[in-house]
């Protein structure tokens, strides 16, 4: 009795790499809005005030 799988090793490959991908690109998008957050605190903290000195 040959049994054969619907799909082969490459396609098993190719799966698995496809979610290796999307998870690293999860994770690089989850830093980057973790970091721009962070940096747009900092932004707002070392601002100067907006009604500032010549404003009314």
Known sequence: MNVV???GILAVL????MAV???LAL????LAI????LRIA???R???PRGGPGRQ
């Open 21 to 23: 991908l999307i998870g």
């Open 5 to 7: 799988p619907g799909f």
């Open 46 to 48: 070392t601002a100067p």
């Open 34 to 37: 973790t970091f721009l957050r």
């Open 42 to 44: 900092e932004l707002k």
């Open 27 to 30: 994770y690089v998008l989850i």
């Open 14 to 17: 190719y799966v698995v790499v």
